[in-house]
Protein backbone atom coordinates (compact mmCIF):
# COMPACT_ATOMS: atom_id res chain seq x y z
CA UNK A 1 0.00 0.00 0.00
CA UNK A 2 1.32 3.68 -0.86
CA UNK A 3 2.47 5.82 1.93
CA UNK A 4 -0.23 7.76 3.44
CA UNK A 5 -0.74 11.25 3.17
CA UNK A 6 -1.89 11.45 6.42
CA UNK A 7 -1.04 10.14 9.56
CA UNK A 8 -2.49 10.93 12.86
CA UNK A 9 0.04 9.13 15.82
CA UNK A 10 -1.85 9.00 19.24
CA UNK A 11 -2.82 12.51 18.73
CA UNK A 12 -4.01 14.36 21.38
CA UNK A 13 -5.53 17.90 21.39
CA UNK A 14 -7.54 20.09 23.98
CA UNK A 15 -8.67 23.25 24.90
CA UNK A 16 -8.35 24.83 28.20
CA UNK A 17 -8.36 21.51 30.31
CA UNK A 18 -11.10 18.75 28.60
CA UNK A 19 -9.39 16.97 25.35
CA UNK A 20 -11.46 17.13 22.35
CA UNK A 21 -9.68 14.62 20.68
CA UNK A 22 -7.75 11.67 22.71
CA UNK A 23 -5.25 9.43 21.33
CA UNK A 24 -6.17 9.25 17.69
CA UNK A 25 -4.44 7.09 15.32
CA UNK A 26 -5.99 7.83 11.54
CA UNK A 27 -4.04 7.77 8.37
CA UNK A 28 -5.07 8.48 4.72
CA UNK A 29 -3.86 7.05 1.62
CA UNK A 30 -3.56 9.16 -1.57
CA UNK A 31 -6.96 8.42 -3.52
CA UNK A 32 -9.07 8.05 -1.05
CA UNK A 33 -12.55 9.81 -0.09
CA UNK A 34 -13.26 9.41 3.50
CA UNK A 35 -15.60 11.45 5.88
CA UNK A 36 -14.98 12.07 9.50
CA UNK A 37 -18.49 11.71 10.95
CA UNK A 38 -19.83 12.76 14.64
CA UNK A 39 -21.91 14.54 17.07
CA UNK A 40 -21.35 17.78 17.53
CA UNK A 41 -18.12 18.35 19.69
CA UNK A 42 -16.50 15.01 18.92
CA UNK A 43 -13.45 16.80 17.38
CA UNK A 44 -13.86 16.31 13.90
CA UNK A 45 -13.43 20.36 12.40
CA UNK A 46 -10.07 20.02 15.20
CA UNK A 47 -8.78 17.26 13.38
CA UNK A 48 -8.88 19.00 10.14
CA UNK A 49 -7.30 21.94 11.77
CA UNK A 50 -4.40 19.67 12.92
CA UNK A 51 -3.86 18.29 9.37
CA UNK A 52 -3.56 21.59 8.37
CA UNK A 53 -1.75 22.54 11.01
CA UNK A 54 -3.84 25.65 12.90
CA UNK A 55 -3.72 23.71 15.74
CA UNK A 56 -0.59 21.75 17.31
CA UNK A 57 -1.62 18.70 19.29
CA UNK A 58 -0.52 18.58 22.43
CA UNK A 59 0.16 14.71 22.44
CA UNK A 60 1.42 12.39 19.46
CA UNK A 61 2.38 13.74 16.27
CA UNK A 62 1.00 14.64 13.14
CA UNK A 63 1.87 13.24 9.48
CA UNK A 64 2.03 15.12 6.21
CA UNK A 65 3.58 13.60 3.39
CA UNK A 66 5.59 11.36 5.87
CA UNK A 67 6.95 14.91 7.39
CA UNK A 68 6.34 15.13 10.89
CA UNK A 69 4.11 18.91 10.61
CA UNK A 70 5.69 20.40 13.67
CA UNK A 71 9.15 20.00 12.11
CA UNK A 72 8.40 20.56 8.53
CA UNK A 73 4.81 22.45 7.65
CA UNK A 74 3.17 21.24 4.86
CA UNK A 75 1.32 23.69 2.39
CA UNK A 76 0.09 20.76 0.63
CA UNK A 77 -3.31 20.53 2.21
CA UNK A 78 -6.39 22.83 1.00
CA UNK A 79 -8.99 23.40 2.95
CA UNK A 80 -12.73 24.25 2.45
CA UNK A 81 -14.38 26.32 5.61
CA UNK A 82 -17.83 25.77 6.57
CA UNK A 83 -20.15 28.22 4.16
CA UNK A 84 -21.46 30.02 7.39
CA UNK A 85 -18.00 31.08 8.32
CA UNK A 86 -17.36 33.50 5.29
CA UNK A 87 -18.29 37.16 5.49
CA UNK A 88 -20.54 37.42 2.83
CA UNK A 89 -20.35 41.14 2.70
CA UNK A 90 -16.58 41.71 1.69
CA UNK A 91 -16.52 43.25 -1.53
CA UNK A 92 -14.78 39.97 -3.43
CA UNK A 93 -16.43 38.58 -7.05
CA UNK A 94 -15.93 35.11 -7.56
CA UNK A 95 -12.70 35.35 -9.52
CA UNK A 96 -11.28 36.82 -6.77
CA UNK A 97 -11.92 34.27 -4.77
CA UNK A 98 -10.66 31.61 -6.86
CA UNK A 99 -7.43 33.39 -7.37
CA UNK A 100 -6.72 33.28 -4.02
CA UNK A 101 -5.75 29.85 -4.16
CA UNK A 102 -3.02 30.82 -6.72
CA UNK A 103 -1.44 32.65 -3.81
CA UNK A 104 1.48 30.41 -3.56
CA UNK A 105 2.47 31.16 -7.14
CA UNK A 106 1.81 34.29 -7.19
CA UNK A 107 4.67 36.82 -7.89
CA UNK A 108 5.47 40.15 -5.58
CA UNK A 109 2.82 42.21 -7.97
CA UNK A 110 -0.56 42.75 -6.86
CA UNK A 111 -2.50 42.08 -9.86
CA UNK A 112 -3.04 38.15 -11.67
CA UNK A 113 -0.44 37.49 -14.29
CA UNK A 114 -1.69 35.96 -17.44
CA UNK A 115 -0.98 32.56 -16.56
CA UNK A 116 -2.66 32.63 -12.71
CA UNK A 117 -5.93 34.25 -15.09
CA UNK A 118 -5.78 31.48 -17.38
CA UNK A 119 -5.44 28.67 -14.18
CA UNK A 120 -8.06 30.10 -12.06
CA UNK A 121 -10.59 30.21 -15.81
CA UNK A 122 -9.86 26.40 -16.47
CA UNK A 123 -10.52 25.75 -12.76
CA UNK A 124 -13.85 27.77 -12.97
CA UNK A 125 -14.57 26.17 -16.13
CA UNK A 126 -13.96 22.49 -14.99
CA UNK A 127 -16.72 23.17 -11.60
CA UNK A 128 -19.26 25.19 -14.13
CA UNK A 129 -18.80 28.12 -12.40
CA UNK A 130 -16.89 30.38 -14.88
CA UNK A 131 -19.53 32.39 -16.47
CA UNK A 132 -20.13 33.87 -12.45
CA UNK A 133 -16.12 34.60 -12.64
CA UNK A 134 -17.35 38.96 -11.98
CA UNK A 135 -20.07 38.35 -9.73
CA UNK A 136 -20.03 38.94 -6.34
CA UNK A 137 -19.88 35.97 -3.99
CA UNK A 138 -23.00 36.83 -2.55
CA UNK A 139 -25.04 36.74 -5.30
CA UNK A 140 -24.19 32.77 -6.10
CA UNK A 141 -27.10 29.97 -5.00
CA UNK A 142 -25.45 27.64 -2.23
CA UNK A 143 -24.10 25.14 -4.52
CA UNK A 144 -22.32 27.97 -6.69
CA UNK A 145 -21.26 29.35 -3.61
CA UNK A 146 -19.01 26.17 -2.60
CA UNK A 147 -18.20 25.02 -5.92
CA UNK A 148 -16.00 28.66 -5.97
CA UNK A 149 -14.46 27.32 -2.67
CA UNK A 150 -13.84 24.10 -3.95
CA UNK A 151 -12.34 26.17 -7.00
CA UNK A 152 -9.97 28.22 -4.61
CA UNK A 153 -9.04 24.63 -2.76
CA UNK A 154 -8.23 22.87 -5.95
CA UNK A 155 -6.27 25.74 -7.64
CA UNK A 156 -3.70 25.66 -5.34
CA UNK A 157 -3.16 21.77 -6.32
CA UNK A 158 -3.42 20.26 -3.35
CA UNK A 159 -2.23 16.66 -2.64
CA UNK A 160 -5.53 16.61 -0.11
CA UNK A 161 -8.15 18.20 -0.10
CA UNK A 162 -10.05 19.26 3.76
CA UNK A 163 -13.52 20.03 3.47
CA UNK A 164 -15.23 21.36 6.55
CA UNK A 165 -19.06 20.29 6.73
CA UNK A 166 -19.63 21.36 3.27
CA UNK A 167 -23.01 19.98 2.69
CA UNK A 168 -23.88 22.10 6.00
CA UNK A 169 -27.13 24.37 4.97
CA UNK A 170 -28.14 23.68 1.95
CA UNK A 171 -31.51 21.57 0.52
CA UNK A 172 -30.94 18.35 -0.23
CA UNK A 173 -30.12 18.70 -4.30
CA UNK A 174 -27.32 20.81 -3.50
CA UNK A 175 -26.29 18.55 -1.10
CA UNK A 176 -26.30 15.75 -4.07
CA UNK A 177 -24.61 17.75 -6.71
CA UNK A 178 -21.70 18.41 -4.25
CA UNK A 179 -21.46 15.35 -3.05
CA UNK A 180 -21.26 13.82 -6.57
CA UNK A 181 -19.00 16.42 -7.43
CA UNK A 182 -16.51 15.41 -4.69
CA UNK A 183 -16.95 11.67 -5.73
CA UNK A 184 -15.89 13.02 -9.58
CA UNK A 185 -13.06 15.16 -8.19
CA UNK A 186 -12.00 11.90 -6.14
CA UNK A 187 -12.23 9.64 -9.06
CA UNK A 188 -9.83 12.31 -11.14
CA UNK A 189 -7.78 11.79 -8.67
CA UNK A 190 -7.77 14.07 -5.64
CA UNK A 191 -7.89 13.04 -2.01
CA UNK A 192 -10.51 14.05 -0.40
CA UNK A 193 -11.34 14.11 3.72
CA UNK A 194 -14.73 16.36 4.67
CA UNK A 195 -16.83 16.35 7.80
CA UNK A 196 -20.81 15.75 7.42
CA UNK A 197 -23.41 14.97 9.91
CA UNK A 198 -25.38 13.51 7.21
CA UNK A 199 -25.26 9.77 7.50
CA UNK A 200 -27.40 8.90 4.69
CA UNK A 201 -25.14 11.40 2.54
CA UNK A 202 -22.18 9.56 4.01
CA UNK A 203 -23.71 6.29 2.92
CA UNK A 204 -24.66 6.99 -0.59
CA UNK A 205 -21.64 8.68 -1.36
CA UNK A 206 -18.18 8.64 0.58
CA UNK A 207 -16.64 5.24 0.30
CA UNK A 208 -14.84 5.28 3.46
CA UNK A 209 -15.96 7.09 6.77
CA UNK A 210 -14.11 7.45 10.18
CA UNK A 211 -16.53 7.64 13.09
CA UNK A 212 -15.29 9.79 15.66
CA UNK A 213 -16.06 10.91 19.15
CA UNK A 214 -13.15 12.12 21.32
CA UNK A 215 -11.61 9.40 19.93
CA UNK A 216 -12.14 7.18 16.64
CA UNK A 217 -14.52 4.54 17.17
CA UNK A 218 -14.44 2.82 13.64
CA UNK A 219 -13.28 3.43 10.37
CA UNK A 220 -13.61 1.54 6.88
CA UNK A 221 -16.91 1.62 4.08
CA UNK A 222 -20.27 2.56 5.27
CA UNK A 223 -21.44 -0.77 4.80
CA UNK A 224 -19.51 -2.07 7.57
CA UNK A 225 -19.21 1.03 10.09
CA UNK A 226 -22.62 1.92 9.73
CA UNK A 227 -24.13 -0.82 12.37
CA UNK A 228 -26.45 0.34 15.26
CA UNK A 229 -23.61 -0.66 17.85
CA UNK A 230 -20.59 1.76 16.13
CA UNK A 231 -23.57 4.31 15.52
CA UNK A 232 -24.92 4.48 19.09
CA UNK A 233 -21.51 4.32 20.55
CA UNK A 234 -20.40 6.98 18.46
CA UNK A 235 -23.53 9.18 18.62
CA UNK A 236 -24.50 8.24 22.36
CA UNK A 237 -28.26 7.80 20.82
CA UNK A 238 -30.32 4.79 19.95
CA UNK A 239 -29.66 4.64 15.56
CA UNK A 240 -31.34 2.14 13.11
CA UNK A 241 -29.56 0.97 10.38
CA UNK A 242 -31.53 -0.55 7.20
CA UNK A 243 -30.54 -1.78 4.10
CA UNK A 244 -32.44 -1.80 0.85
CA UNK A 245 -31.22 -2.41 -2.54
CA UNK A 246 -27.35 -2.26 -1.87
CA UNK A 247 -28.70 1.34 -0.25
CA UNK A 248 -28.04 2.31 3.73
CA UNK A 249 -29.75 4.62 5.48
CA UNK A 250 -29.92 5.37 9.11
CA UNK A 251 -32.43 6.63 11.54
CA UNK A 252 -33.17 7.72 14.84
CA UNK A 253 -35.31 5.06 16.88
CA UNK A 254 -38.27 6.72 16.72
CA UNK A 255 -39.05 7.94 20.55
CA UNK A 256 -42.58 7.41 21.78
CA UNK A 257 -43.87 7.10 18.16
CA UNK A 258 -46.88 4.93 17.07
CA UNK A 259 -44.80 3.26 14.61
CA UNK A 260 -42.31 1.30 17.71
CA UNK A 261 -46.21 0.22 19.46
CA UNK A 262 -47.18 -1.46 16.19
CA UNK A 263 -43.72 -3.20 15.25
CA UNK A 264 -42.10 -5.49 17.53
CA UNK A 265 -38.62 -4.56 15.90
CA UNK A 266 -35.82 -3.01 15.54
CA UNK A 267 -35.39 -1.99 18.81
CA UNK A 268 -32.33 -0.75 19.78
CA UNK A 269 -29.18 -2.16 18.73
CA UNK A 270 -31.00 -4.05 16.19
CA UNK A 271 -30.69 -3.98 12.11
CA UNK A 272 -33.02 -4.80 9.58
CA UNK A 273 -30.84 -6.48 7.14
CA UNK A 274 -32.75 -9.04 4.83
CA UNK A 275 -30.30 -11.34 2.63
CA UNK A 276 -32.00 -10.35 -0.84
CA UNK A 277 -31.46 -7.02 0.23
CA UNK A 278 -35.08 -6.00 0.50
CA UNK A 279 -37.26 -4.76 3.17
CA UNK A 280 -39.24 -7.08 5.19
CA UNK A 281 -42.72 -7.24 4.33
CA UNK A 282 -44.58 -4.74 6.46
CA UNK A 283 -47.53 -5.12 8.36
CA UNK A 284 -50.90 -3.77 6.70
CA UNK A 285 -51.27 -1.43 9.08
CA UNK A 286 -48.00 0.07 9.06
CA UNK A 287 -47.87 0.35 5.27
CA UNK A 288 -51.15 2.32 5.99
CA UNK A 289 -49.50 4.50 8.57
CA UNK A 290 -46.43 5.40 6.19
CA UNK A 291 -48.31 6.18 3.41
CA UNK A 292 -50.30 8.66 5.54
CA UNK A 293 -47.17 9.53 7.36
CA UNK A 294 -44.55 9.87 5.46
CA UNK A 295 -44.12 11.95 1.72
CA UNK A 296 -41.85 9.55 0.31
CA UNK A 297 -42.54 5.57 0.91
CA UNK A 298 -39.60 3.54 2.34
CA UNK A 299 -40.05 0.66 0.28
CA UNK A 300 -41.13 2.87 -3.22
CA UNK A 301 -38.33 0.80 -5.51
CA UNK A 302 -39.98 -2.26 -4.62
CA UNK A 303 -43.04 -0.70 -6.08
CA UNK A 304 -41.09 0.14 -9.52
CA UNK B 1 -10.48 83.65 -8.47
CA UNK B 2 -7.90 85.79 -6.26
CA UNK B 3 -10.09 85.08 -3.54
CA UNK B 4 -10.39 81.46 -3.99
CA UNK B 5 -6.42 81.14 -4.13
CA UNK B 6 -5.90 83.21 -1.39
CA UNK B 7 -5.17 80.28 1.50
CA UNK B 8 -2.71 79.29 -0.42
CA UNK B 9 -0.51 82.43 -0.33
CA UNK B 10 0.35 81.24 3.20
CA UNK B 11 2.85 78.91 4.39
CA UNK B 12 1.37 77.50 6.90
CA UNK B 13 -2.07 76.73 4.93
CA UNK B 14 0.22 75.17 2.23
CA UNK B 15 1.71 72.45 4.91
CA UNK B 16 -1.82 72.21 6.48
CA UNK B 17 -3.16 71.29 2.61
CA UNK B 18 -0.83 68.89 1.86
CA UNK B 19 -0.39 67.05 4.86
CA UNK B 20 -4.52 66.78 5.31
CA UNK B 21 -4.28 65.24 1.95
CA UNK B 22 -2.16 63.06 2.45
CA UNK B 23 -3.36 61.83 6.16
CA UNK B 24 -6.93 61.42 4.23
CA UNK B 25 -5.19 59.35 1.40
CA UNK B 26 -3.47 57.55 4.23
CA UNK B 27 -6.06 56.68 6.43
CA UNK B 28 -8.47 55.63 3.32
CA UNK B 29 -6.56 53.32 2.19
CA UNK B 30 -5.72 51.50 6.00
CA UNK B 31 -9.11 52.26 6.68
CA UNK B 32 -10.22 49.87 4.22
CA UNK B 33 -8.46 46.88 6.16
CA UNK B 34 -9.70 48.07 9.57
CA UNK B 35 -13.18 48.27 8.58
CA UNK B 36 -13.31 45.06 6.61
CA UNK B 37 -11.54 43.40 9.63
CA UNK B 38 -14.03 44.81 11.68
CA UNK B 39 -12.29 46.67 13.68
CA UNK B 40 -13.40 50.25 12.75
CA UNK B 41 -13.69 51.22 16.49
CA UNK B 42 -9.49 50.19 16.59
CA UNK B 43 -8.77 53.99 15.17
CA UNK B 44 -10.45 55.81 17.92
CA UNK B 45 -8.59 53.48 20.46
CA UNK B 46 -5.17 53.22 19.11
CA UNK B 47 -5.11 57.23 19.09
CA UNK B 48 -6.28 57.24 22.59
CA UNK B 49 -3.31 54.89 23.45
CA UNK B 50 -0.61 56.76 21.16
CA UNK B 51 -1.84 59.72 23.19
CA UNK B 52 -0.55 57.74 26.46
CA UNK B 53 2.88 57.18 24.38
CA UNK B 54 2.98 61.01 23.75
CA UNK B 55 2.92 61.91 26.91
CA UNK B 56 5.38 59.48 28.19
CA UNK B 57 7.83 60.44 25.32
CA UNK B 58 7.71 63.64 26.19
CA UNK B 59 8.32 63.24 30.22
CA UNK B 60 11.35 61.17 28.68
CA UNK B 61 12.55 63.14 26.50
CA UNK B 62 12.28 60.93 23.71
CA UNK B 63 11.67 61.71 20.39
CA UNK B 64 7.71 62.26 19.78
CA UNK B 65 7.70 59.81 16.96
CA UNK B 66 9.91 57.17 17.89
CA UNK B 67 8.20 57.30 21.49
CA UNK B 68 4.99 56.99 20.29
CA UNK B 69 5.35 54.74 17.46
CA UNK B 70 6.88 52.38 19.46
CA UNK B 71 3.71 52.83 22.64
CA UNK B 72 1.23 52.69 19.38
CA UNK B 73 2.78 49.44 17.45
CA UNK B 74 3.05 47.41 21.11
CA UNK B 75 -0.88 48.28 21.94
CA UNK B 76 -2.12 47.21 18.52
CA UNK B 77 -0.10 44.10 18.66
CA UNK B 78 -1.65 43.89 21.97
CA UNK B 79 -4.71 44.31 20.71
CA UNK B 80 -4.59 41.85 18.01
CA UNK B 81 -2.93 38.59 20.46
CA UNK B 82 -4.97 39.38 22.90
CA UNK B 83 -8.67 39.77 20.76
CA UNK B 84 -7.36 36.34 19.03
CA UNK B 85 -5.44 34.78 21.79
CA UNK B 86 -7.85 35.40 24.27
CA UNK B 87 -11.37 35.33 22.21
CA UNK B 88 -12.74 38.22 23.87
CA UNK B 89 -13.58 40.14 20.84
CA UNK B 90 -11.94 42.77 19.17
CA UNK B 91 -14.12 45.69 20.79
CA UNK B 92 -13.17 44.38 24.01
CA UNK B 93 -9.67 44.33 23.59
CA UNK B 94 -9.50 47.68 22.20
CA UNK B 95 -11.64 49.04 24.99
CA UNK B 96 -9.26 47.53 27.51
CA UNK B 97 -5.95 48.08 25.96
CA UNK B 98 -6.20 51.66 24.69
CA UNK B 99 -8.28 53.08 27.78
CA UNK B 100 -5.51 51.74 30.03
CA UNK B 101 -3.12 53.33 27.80
CA UNK B 102 -5.03 56.58 27.27
CA UNK B 103 -5.37 56.70 31.44
CA UNK B 104 -1.20 56.38 31.82
CA UNK B 105 -1.18 59.69 29.45
CA UNK B 106 -4.22 61.44 31.50
CA UNK B 107 -2.24 60.25 35.10
CA UNK B 108 1.41 61.95 33.66
CA UNK B 109 -0.16 64.98 32.56
CA UNK B 110 -2.29 65.41 36.02
CA UNK B 111 1.36 64.80 37.19
CA UNK B 112 3.45 67.53 35.23
CA UNK B 113 0.15 69.97 34.75
CA UNK B 114 2.68 72.65 33.25
CA UNK B 115 2.64 71.32 29.59
CA UNK B 116 -0.92 70.51 29.07
CA UNK B 117 -1.63 73.03 26.77
CA UNK B 118 0.98 71.35 24.16
CA UNK B 119 -1.51 68.34 23.88
CA UNK B 120 -4.20 70.02 23.10
CA UNK B 121 -3.02 69.80 19.57
CA UNK B 122 -2.54 66.32 20.09
CA UNK B 123 -6.23 65.93 20.86
CA UNK B 124 -8.27 68.14 18.77
CA UNK B 125 -5.99 68.61 15.72
CA UNK B 126 -3.64 71.63 14.92
CA UNK B 127 -3.18 71.73 11.64
CA UNK B 128 -1.78 75.52 11.58
CA UNK B 129 0.92 74.11 13.45
CA UNK B 130 2.48 71.94 10.56
CA UNK B 131 5.64 72.50 9.62
CA UNK B 132 7.99 71.14 6.91
CA UNK B 133 9.08 68.24 8.59
CA UNK B 134 5.61 67.35 9.66
CA UNK B 135 4.84 66.76 5.88
CA UNK B 136 7.93 65.24 5.21
CA UNK B 137 7.23 62.83 7.59
CA UNK B 138 3.42 62.48 6.67
CA UNK B 139 4.93 61.52 3.14
CA UNK B 140 7.43 58.88 4.41
CA UNK B 141 4.77 57.31 6.27
CA UNK B 142 2.20 57.28 3.47
CA UNK B 143 4.89 56.25 0.57
CA UNK B 144 5.98 53.16 2.99
CA UNK B 145 2.51 52.24 3.67
CA UNK B 146 1.13 52.64 0.02
CA UNK B 147 4.63 50.22 -0.38
CA UNK B 148 3.46 47.53 1.89
CA UNK B 149 -0.13 47.38 0.67
CA UNK B 150 1.39 46.99 -2.74
CA UNK B 151 3.75 44.02 -1.83
CA UNK B 152 1.45 42.26 0.54
CA UNK B 153 -1.82 43.41 -1.41
CA UNK B 154 -2.80 39.63 -1.85
CA UNK B 155 -1.61 38.51 1.56
CA UNK B 156 -3.64 41.13 3.22
CA UNK B 157 -6.65 40.78 1.30
CA UNK B 158 -6.94 36.74 1.66
CA UNK B 159 -6.15 37.80 5.75
CA UNK B 160 -8.69 39.97 5.76
CA UNK B 161 -11.08 37.86 3.83
CA UNK B 162 -10.79 34.39 5.59
CA UNK B 163 -8.02 34.75 7.87
CA UNK B 164 -7.82 31.07 9.23
CA UNK B 165 -8.05 29.94 5.82
CA UNK B 166 -5.09 32.39 4.99
CA UNK B 167 -2.50 30.22 6.83
CA UNK B 168 -3.81 26.90 5.78
CA UNK B 169 -2.53 28.64 2.04
CA UNK B 170 1.21 29.40 3.47
CA UNK B 171 0.16 32.93 4.65
CA UNK B 172 2.54 34.18 7.30
CA UNK B 173 -0.78 35.58 8.75
CA UNK B 174 1.35 36.59 12.39
CA UNK B 175 4.36 38.51 10.63
CA UNK B 176 1.45 40.16 8.13
CA UNK B 177 -0.71 40.94 11.05
CA UNK B 178 2.96 42.90 12.67
CA UNK B 179 3.24 44.71 9.44
CA UNK B 180 0.09 45.89 9.38
CA UNK B 181 0.38 46.88 13.46
CA UNK B 182 3.02 48.93 12.46
CA UNK B 183 1.53 50.60 9.46
CA UNK B 184 -1.60 51.16 11.33
CA UNK B 185 0.45 52.75 14.59
CA UNK B 186 2.66 54.96 11.85
CA UNK B 187 -0.71 56.68 10.24
CA UNK B 188 -2.46 57.08 13.37
CA UNK B 189 0.60 58.97 14.34
CA UNK B 190 1.39 60.86 11.76
CA UNK B 191 -2.41 61.64 11.39
CA UNK B 192 -2.71 62.84 15.33
CA UNK B 193 -1.27 66.68 14.48
CA UNK B 194 -3.72 67.43 11.88
CA UNK B 195 -6.98 65.49 13.00
CA UNK B 196 -6.77 65.00 16.27
CA UNK B 197 -6.91 62.15 18.46
CA UNK B 198 -10.64 62.24 18.97
CA UNK B 199 -11.55 62.84 15.08
CA UNK B 200 -8.73 60.14 13.70
CA UNK B 201 -11.87 57.50 13.97
CA UNK B 202 -13.58 58.98 11.17
CA UNK B 203 -10.93 59.54 8.72
CA UNK B 204 -10.42 55.54 9.21
CA UNK B 205 -13.93 54.76 8.23
CA UNK B 206 -15.91 57.01 6.60
CA UNK B 207 -13.72 56.78 3.57
CA UNK B 208 -14.19 53.06 3.32
CA UNK B 209 -17.70 53.20 3.95
CA UNK B 210 -18.62 55.73 0.84
CA UNK B 211 -17.04 53.56 -1.31
CA UNK B 212 -17.90 50.39 -0.24
CA UNK B 213 -21.51 51.25 -0.52
CA UNK B 214 -20.51 52.19 -3.96
CA UNK B 215 -18.59 49.29 -5.29
CA UNK B 216 -18.53 45.35 -4.73
CA UNK B 217 -14.81 45.16 -5.55
CA UNK B 218 -12.31 45.03 -3.15
CA UNK B 219 -9.70 46.94 -5.89
CA UNK B 220 -12.00 49.59 -6.30
CA UNK B 221 -13.00 50.05 -2.79
CA UNK B 222 -9.23 50.58 -1.77
CA UNK B 223 -8.49 52.85 -4.50
CA UNK B 224 -11.67 54.92 -4.09
CA UNK B 225 -11.48 55.67 -0.29
CA UNK B 226 -8.23 56.93 -1.41
CA UNK B 227 -9.32 58.95 -3.15
CA UNK B 228 -11.98 60.25 -0.78
CA UNK B 229 -10.04 60.14 1.97
CA UNK B 230 -7.90 62.95 -0.21
CA UNK B 231 -11.12 64.85 -1.54
CA UNK B 232 -12.79 65.45 1.83
CA UNK B 233 -9.37 66.44 3.44
CA UNK B 234 -8.58 68.68 0.51
CA UNK B 235 -12.23 70.07 0.47
CA UNK B 236 -12.67 70.29 4.40
CA UNK B 237 -8.92 71.85 4.57
CA UNK B 238 -10.15 74.64 2.19
CA UNK B 239 -13.84 75.28 3.76
CA UNK B 240 -12.10 75.30 7.34
CA UNK B 241 -10.05 78.02 6.11
CA UNK B 242 -12.40 80.18 4.07
CA UNK B 243 -15.33 79.23 6.83
CA UNK B 244 -12.65 80.09 10.05
CA UNK B 245 -13.81 76.50 11.67
CA UNK B 246 -11.19 73.66 13.42
CA UNK B 247 -9.69 71.71 10.52
CA UNK B 248 -10.21 68.47 11.70
CA UNK B 249 -14.28 69.08 12.06
CA UNK B 250 -14.51 70.22 8.47
CA UNK B 251 -12.53 66.76 7.15
CA UNK B 252 -14.90 64.67 8.97
CA UNK B 253 -17.88 66.59 8.11
CA UNK B 254 -17.23 66.45 4.57
CA UNK B 255 -16.79 62.50 4.66
CA UNK B 256 -20.19 62.95 7.00
CA UNK B 257 -21.47 64.76 4.20
CA UNK B 258 -20.16 62.05 1.42
CA UNK B 259 -21.50 59.23 3.00
CA UNK B 260 -24.50 60.58 3.23
CA UNK B 261 -24.61 61.35 -0.59
CA UNK B 262 -23.63 57.28 -1.19
CA UNK B 263 -26.77 56.45 0.55
CA UNK B 264 -29.15 58.59 -1.21
CA UNK B 265 -27.62 57.38 -4.59
CA UNK B 266 -27.95 53.83 -2.86
CA UNK B 267 -31.53 54.57 -2.28
CA UNK B 268 -32.28 55.46 -5.68
CA UNK B 269 -31.01 53.20 -7.04
CA UNK B 270 -32.77 50.51 -5.46
CA UNK B 271 -35.96 52.89 -5.66
CA UNK B 272 -35.55 52.69 -9.54
CA UNK B 273 -35.06 48.88 -9.63
CA UNK B 274 -38.23 47.75 -11.53
CA UNK B 275 -40.30 45.64 -9.52
CA UNK B 276 -40.63 41.65 -10.09
CA UNK B 277 -42.79 40.60 -12.33
CA UNK B 278 -45.18 38.54 -10.71
CA UNK B 279 -47.94 36.41 -12.11
CA UNK B 280 -51.05 35.68 -10.10
CA UNK B 281 -50.62 32.22 -7.83
CA UNK B 282 -52.96 29.68 -8.88
CA UNK B 283 -53.28 26.55 -6.18
CA UNK B 284 -52.40 23.55 -7.70
CA UNK B 285 -53.12 19.87 -6.38
CA UNK B 286 -50.56 17.12 -5.92
CA UNK B 287 -53.23 15.16 -8.25
CA UNK B 288 -52.48 17.44 -11.13
CA UNK B 289 -48.24 17.57 -10.91
CA UNK B 290 -48.34 13.64 -10.81
CA UNK B 291 -50.63 13.78 -13.76
Known amino acids: MSEPIVELRDVTFAYGRSAVVEKVNLHLHPGQFAGLLGPSGSGKTTILKLILGMLKPQRGTVFVNGNDLQERPSHRVSYVPQLETIDWNFPVTVGQVVLMGRIRQMGLLPWATRADKDAAEEMMERLGIAEMRARHIRDLSGGQQQRAFLARALLAQPDLLVLDEPTAGVDIGTQENILRLLAKLNREGVTILMTTHDLNAAAAHIPWVICLNRRVIASGPPDEVFTPKILSATYKGNMVVFRHNDMLFVGEQPHDHSYRDLVPNPVAGDVIITPNGNLPPLAPEIEKLIQSDVASPINSEAKD | MEQLLMPFQFEFFRYGFVAAILVGALCGMIGVYVVLRGMSYIGHGLSHAIFGGAVA ?179 GMYLSFQLDVASGAMIVLMGAFLFVLALGKREFRRLRRPALATEPLVPVSAHDLLD
Open chain 2, 57 to 235: SYVLGWNFYLGAGLWGFTAALLINQTARRYRIGADAAIGIITTASFAIGVAIISRYRRFTTNFDAALFGNVLGVTLNDVLVIAGVTIVTAVIVFLFYKQLLFITFDREVASAYGVRVEWIDAVFAFALAAAIIVSMQTLGVTLIAAALVIPPIVTRMLTDSFSHMLVGSVLIGALTAAL
